[in-house]
């Protein structure tokens, strides 16, 4: 995959994950816990540019939470083929907005 840009490493991804996480409440924090997958990777397209990148942190299925590295937000999705979100919407600076996807109950 060709690297997006803007072009957060790894551990400055998880660094910003980590501050948001800690920020939740206790019940946010649990359900994170639960879903919580290894930080990585993944692309978004909007209107068919991209890829941009988002970084996933939590999965229920194929619905996913994570960082959208160019809004600057945290989001939600679907993880379709070729580690591409789909369905991709943004909360904004809040983890805990961002948490409706894993809240719901699984279809």
Known sequence: MDSPVPDLTL???AAIIAE???EL???DRELVRQHAI?????IRRLNGDGPLPVWLLAADGPRVVGYDEVEEEFGSGVLGDGNE???W???G???AWALVYIRAPSA
Request: hydrophobic letters at 50%; charged letters at 20%.
């Open 93 to 95: 600076d809040r983890l």
């Open 25 to 27: 409440n206790a019940a």
């Open 38 to 42: 290894p930080v990585r990777q993944a």
């Open 89 to 91: 919407v943004t909360f």
């Open 20 to 22: 948001a996480t800690a």
């Open 11 to 13: 551990v400055e991804a």
């Open 85 to 87: 979100v789909q369905e």
